[in-house]
């Protein structure tokens, strides 16, 4: 018998380093209302978490249609991980269907990450219809802007050391480690942004600019008439007028936007529209953090040569 207990014991010692760290049953669930904020999670998490996003990459993220299996998702959440600035503000709605205290306002799983970010385009008088889907508490769409990532990135530690205190080291040394990463490509985008400098660029929705003010360029003019508000042929006419004199390049479009329709205004114009990747997985290749900003600032700089 003690024989026997022996060997077993010998056995396990041998399979025991070649056991994952954490099981699924014992990682940490987390779920993000957004791609990009499933990507950083999962880098500051590493192998204690396992993250799951409710909206996909190619989706209009101001409107999520809320079904069971986001509930589902919701119900066995530990942590939440919200982008806030209203971008998100349906996941209250499945939150609210998961019947999961955890992670309900308020509650420690709980976890909005825009809380430090300096917000752009927060409007200066009182928001009503009439001016469409204006943020009310500023531009949402800050989280594929890298200078953003720290921000981001230190509000999710905090987030998971909440949920286990124990392991804060780790994910203070992951979240290190991806941010290293992340200086080096930071180096490379700015070296290839540098010649465009100062450059204007037409946007279908306003999205872009936190990335665009990050590297010296600017927003001239929306496709929309107003954010969320389709174009009006007038708008388009002046949108289009504006180009030429301007000499404007290139309109972003969003992978879920109208691309025959900015194509059509961009051969007016004599410019191009180019489809970035609004979140993580928008487009093909951009499936990580780093590889949908890789793929943004190369696809920029190719239409704008
Ligand atoms: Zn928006």
Redesign the pocket.
């Known amino acids: 018998m003690r024989r026997a207990i022996l060997i077993l014991g010998a056995a396990l010692a041998v399979i025991g380093p070649m056991l994952p760290a954490a099981s699924a049953a014992d990682k940490i669930h987390v779920v993000a209302t957004i791609p990009d904020l499933k990507a950083l999670t999962e880098e500051v998490g590493g192998n204690l978490a396992e993250v799951e996003s409710l909206a996909r990459g190619t989706q209009n993220a ?1 409107e999520i249609e809320i079904r069971p299996s986001l509930m589902l998702k919701l119900r066995r959440a530990d942590l939440l991980v919200e982008n806030g600035l209203e ?1 998100d503000s349906w996941a209250e709605v499945a939150v609210q269907g998961a019947n999961n205290s955890k992670i309900v306002r308020g509650a420690p799983g709980r976890v909005d990450v825009s809380h430090g970010v300096p917000v752009l385009d927060v409007p200066s008088t009182r928001v009503d219809r009439s001016m469409g ?1 204006v ?1 009310p508490l500023g ?3 800050y989280s594929l802007d890298p200078g953003m990532a720290p921000i981001i990135t230190q509000n999710i530690v905090d987030g998971l050391a909440r949920f286990a205190p124990e392991h804060r080291a780790t994910f203070e040394k992951n979240r290190q480690a991806f941010l290293a990463r992340l200086d080096e490509a930071m180096a490379r985008w700015t070296r290839a942004l540098e010649p465009l400098k100062g450059a204007r660029v037409v946007v279908y ?3 872009w600019i936190y990335i665009l003010t990050r590297f010296g360029l600017s927003q001239a003019a929306t496709l929309e008439d107003r ?2 508000i389709p174009a009006s042929p007038g708008h388009l006419t002046k949108v289009i007028r504006q180009m030429k004199e301007e000499r404007i390049k290139v309109i972003i479009v969003e992978p879920w936007n109208d691309l025959k329709l900015a194509t059509r205004v961009a051969e007016e114009a004599g410019a191009k529209a180019v489809v970035l990747a609004s979140m993580v997985g928008g487009v093909k290749g951009a499936d990580s953090y780093i590889g949908a900003i890789d793929h943004n600032v190369n696809a920029l700089v190719m239409a704008m040569k």
């Open positions: 101001h971008l889907d943020h531009n949402p769409h929705h306003p999205q954010p969320g």
